[in-house]
């Protein structure tokens, strides 16, 4: 996305790149799109995996369609298992249906280090890394991430994935980064809100605006509450998005304390 937005980008002899892989955080299909029209790699390709399991697990291959690439992250590498399964049950979902992919074979770690407790949480009896990641497969073996576990936010009572969202905040013309996660609310339990960066040169659109796109393509209780625009995200030194410190920053400019400190069963 960086790279994309440079402000140089546009004068830059690229027409030689022909591939690459994306890797290390989610790829909206919009950014892929962008990737493979406008930086001339038709034949990049998406890799899925954690530092925990060596670090791929699944990849697309080249010769897959665009809208595989764009809208999957692959099927399983060579000697290794893959698995869906109901975060609250274990038990393994449909083809088609949403749960937490898991990973087992060569490339799972033995453990984390010194550290049993951590270990027992994330690899159970039989070899299977419980990824956090929520995923959907389908008949051919590709899957799809769509969100993490932990990132699930639950309005009103109505499970919402912020990964849905920011695919569709990404279509706006003048979006180049968008992060959404839910603050606490009194009334709802939780509110969505999203955090925006904008494209160089673009005019900043209006919240109203923002809102109006949203529920053209979504559902009405998905569309934020709250914006704010940004330059960039809170990120680890890996340069992983921290929700966290939105959170904690959201909680703070809102004045959110009371619904952030009700304590819930």
């Not at 909206?28 to 791929?56: C, L, N, Q, W």
């Not at 369609?65 to 590498?77: E, F, K, M, W």
């Not at 550290?115 to 051919?140: E, P, Q």
Request: glycine letters at 8%; proline letters at 5%.
């Amino acid at each position: 996305i960086a790279m994309l937005e440079a402000p140089e980008f546009a004068g830059l002899e690229i027409t030689t790149l022909r591939t690459g892989i994306m890797a290390g955080a989610p790829c909206p299909v919009e950014v892929m799109k962008r990737v493979i029209d406008e930086m001339h790699a038709p034949e990049v390709t998406i890799a899925y995996g954690m530092t925990e399991t060596s670090p791929v697990s699944t990849v697309t291959a080249r010769t897959d369609s665009i809208d595989i690439r764009c809208s999957t992250v692959g099927t399983a590498l060579p000697h290794v298992e893959l698995k869906i399964v109901d975060p609250d049950t274990g038990e393994t979902v449909a083809v088609g249906e949403k749960g937490e992919l898991c990973s087992k074979g060569y490339l799972v770690m033995p453990g984390y280090w010194n550290d049993k407790s951590a270990t027992d949480a994330s690899i159970d009896a039989d070899g299977w890394m419980h990824t956090g990641d929520l995923a959907v497969m389908d008949d051919n073996g590709y899957c799809n991430i769509v969100g993490r576990a932990k990132d699930m936010l639950i309005r009103g009572g109505e499970n919402i994935y912020p990964r849905e969202i920011e695919e569709v905040l990404f279509q706006h013309p003048a979006v180049a980064g968008v992060q959404v996660f839910g603050v606490p609310d009194v009334k709802m339990g939780e509110e969505v809100a999203a955090w925006v960066s904008l494209r160089e040169g673009a005019e900043q659109p209006s919240e109203d605006h923002l809102r109006a796109f949203c529920r053209e393509r979504l559902a009405h209780f998905k569309v934020p509450r709250y914006w704010k625009f940004v330059d960039d995200f809170p990120m680890t030194v890996t340069g992983k998005v921290q929700k966290f410190k939105m959170r904690e920053v959201a909680v703070d400019e809102l004045g959110l304390q009371v619904a952030a400190n009700i304590v819930t069963a």
